[in-house]
């Protein structure tokens, strides 16, 4: 019951956060867009208004003219539409799945003996420590009046260390996440701390008819400009958990950040592009990365599979491989598993008779292989057993 219970929790709040997240970046998306769209108005009386730039496009079934206004309108008007819900939302309900599947779960989904043998208790204080820290460090190192590219460089090393940090002390999934997680964390946290306070002040400064201090709007922008680099890694590591050919590799920290790399190098382009003539350097950067990680990550043949070499003259029996599979996976991948906290078979995947064995083959052989399954290693599967699928698979997954 607790874990059907889990399971619908889990579903409205990946909905929630799935929504808000569309709705925030879909906006912030459309924003950056915009500002690199304006022109320049030829209308001598919206020049006189103050209007720096504007914007006429067509959507839904109407023609809509925006205006950005150099500093304030003359007079403000009644309602004023401010966009920070979208992301305290995305980030509510994506700290509420967080503790629901990698705090409540931990023993299955953040914690991996393999990697570091820690406690459950110990394991979410890191977690949220990194969370926490890693703000708080990013705020001062912004404050610290750097150049941009000195701000840039330091913290790109910070973030590679945090990948390499992270993906030695969690299961590789648990350790993506959290690099997600914590580059979320800084784009929310500069909306509330820094971009809407500064928002604040100049309406406050408008309405009692002075300058506003402009030290608001440069943090404002530099904060604005993160963000922008750090969607695209964001959003690679929310789905990342689809593909464990990534985080479950042994280079793992090295991949995310060479995947995290190539987004922000991409996003860099677009926006690039948006003011008008962009050098596409940016983007082929991004795109051979991606590909050298592809390349790099590439499966091995068959025939080279170290376990194939010893065992190229004894073929692995079938019933041995079954033994291993009812003994490591079969308490969760049933049609009525055993596991507690497992409510029905993961992803539909069932391994009791030979059949559901020989039909996922090449599935069980890479989720043993990448030691991404066992889940958190919970049913102790060892090397061995591990070279014995991959044998097996590697001279035909015969029956
Ligand atoms: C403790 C429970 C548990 C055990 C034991 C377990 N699994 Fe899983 N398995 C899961 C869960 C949960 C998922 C779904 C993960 C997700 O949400 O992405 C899963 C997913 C999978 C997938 C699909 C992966 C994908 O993303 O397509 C495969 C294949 C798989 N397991 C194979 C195995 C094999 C082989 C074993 C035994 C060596 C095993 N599992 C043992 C819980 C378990």
């Not at 997240?21 to 459309?30: D, H, K, L, R």
């Not at 993961?346 to 043993?368: D, R, S, Y």
């Amino acid at each position: 019951m607790e874990a059907y219970l889990i399971d619908w929790l889990s579903l409205l709040g990946r909905w929630l956060h799935i929504l808000t997240g569309i709705a925030w970046i879909g906006a912030s998306f459309y924003f950056v867009w915009l500002d690199n769209h304006l022109v320049p108005p030829t209308d001598p009386e919206l020049q006189k208004k103050g209007v720096g730039g504007e914007l006429w496009a067509v959507h839904g079934g109407g023609f809509y003219n925006a205006q950005k206004y150099l500093v304030a309108p003359e007079k403000l008007p009644p309602s004023l539409h401010w966009f920070k819900w979208e992301a305290y939302w995305t980030w509510m309900s994506g700290f509420f799945l967080l503790c629901l599947i990698y705090y409540v779960g931990a023993s299955s989904y953040l914690v991996d003996k393999d990697v570091a043998d820690i406690a459950s208790g110990t394991a979410i204080l890191i977690g949220l420590g990194t969370l926490i820290a890693g703000w708080i460090i990013y705020d001062r190192l912004c404050e610290a009046k750097l150049s941009g590219t000195t701000l840039a460089a330091i913290m790109t090393v910070l973030l590679i260390g945090a990948a390499y940090g992270l993906c030695h002390v969690f299961s590789g999934r648990g350790a993506y996440l959290h690099f997600g997680a914590l580059l979320g964390t800084i784009m929310v946290a500069n909306v509330f701390f820094v971009i809407i306070p500064g928002q604040r002040e100049l309406v406050i400064a408008k309405q009692q008819g002075r300058v506003p201090d402009p030290r608001h709007g440069l943090r404002g922008k530099q904060r604005s400009v993160h963000n922008t680099y750090f969607t695209l890694p964001v959003i690679f590591v929310m789905f990342s958990n689809h593909y464990a050919m990534t985080y479950g590799h042994r280079y793992n920290w090295l991949i995310l950040v060479a995947i995290s790399l190539a987004g922000a190098a991409i996003r860099t382009w677009f926006v690039a592009r948006h003011k008008g003539k962009a050098s596409p350097l940016p983007a082929i950067v991004g795109v051979l990365l991606l590909a050298g990680v592809a390349v790099a990550i590439a499966p091995a043949p068959a025939s080279n599979a170290p376990a194939a070499a010893a065992t190229q003259s004894n073929p692995v029996e079938f019933l041995r491989v079954q033994i291993i599979i009812q003994e490591r996976c079969v308490r969760c991948h049933a049609a009525t598993p055993t596991q507690p906290g497992i409510n029905a078979a993961p992803k539909g995947l069932m391994f009791e008779t030979a059949e559901q064995v020989l039909a996922h083959a090449q599935q069980i052989a890479q989720q043993t292989a990448s030691k991404v399954m066992p889940l958190g290693n919970l049913t102790g599967m060892t090397d061995e057993e591990r070279a014995v699928i991959a044998a097996w698979f590697a001279h035909g997954a015969q029956k």
